[in-house]
């Protein structure tokens, strides 16, 4: 049998592609289809979040999902008035699951889950924005653990690192 080089999927250097905001985050595993909306820095220059719990929120002073560099999504976890936060399931995704962000040219973006790291409430977890490869990433951030009275915040922090898909068929 004769098999076609044409038809083994190659990974590829992704093409320059200007990118546009994005608008819609899609994550099949968990079904979640949110609205995504632009966001900055908090008074204590913290990224912002916004306050609705099905919304999820991208951080607009990084770069845009696919561009060179590590963009960053957030969105709330747990319960108000007894609806779910769009992130209540992040930590059930694993290494391999897809994410798509549509931009406002309707441009879908993909990526692949490469790693889920846990952090508590006083580690620095600022490497959410780093990147060391030159390469499009995707983090996904929310809260997770128990909720801190105290300090009105979750015990933790849960990341959801990704890389930009680049398999494609063709030579």
């Excluded at 900055?40 to 220059?45: K, P, V």
């Excluded at 995704?93 to 409430?121: C, H, M, S, W």
């Excluded at 909720?147 to 009105?152: A, P, R």
């Excluded at 915040?153 to 030579?171: A, C, K, P």
Aim: aromatic share 10%.
């Amino acid at each position: 049998m004769i098999v076609s080089n044409n038809l083994i999927p190659k990974k590829i250097a992704a093409p320059e592609t200007i990118y546009s905001p994005p608008v819609r985050l899609e994550i099949p595993k968990i079904s979640v289809s949110a609205p995504v909306v632009p966001v900055g820095l908090t008074s204590d220059n913290a990224m912002d979040i916004g306050q609705d719990i099905t919304k999820t929120a991208w951080y607009k002073f990084g770069p845009k999902p696919g561009e060179k560099g590590s963009a960053v999504i957030a969105g709330h976890y747990g319960w108000l008035n007894e609806q779910g936060a769009i992130f209540n399931n992040l930590h059930t995704l694993q290494p391999g699951d897809g994410i798509t962000v549509y931009d406002e040219k309707g441009q879908a973006v993909n990526f692949v889950v490469r790693e889920i790291r846990k952090y508590d409430l006083n580690s620095d977890a600022s490497d959410v924005f780093k990147d060391t490869d030159q390469k499009a990433h995707l983090n996904l951030i929310t809260c997770g653990g128990l909720w801190d009275y105290f300090h009105q915040t979750y015990s933790d922090r849960l990341i959801v690192f990704t890389d930009l898909e680049t398999w494609i068929h063709g030579n």
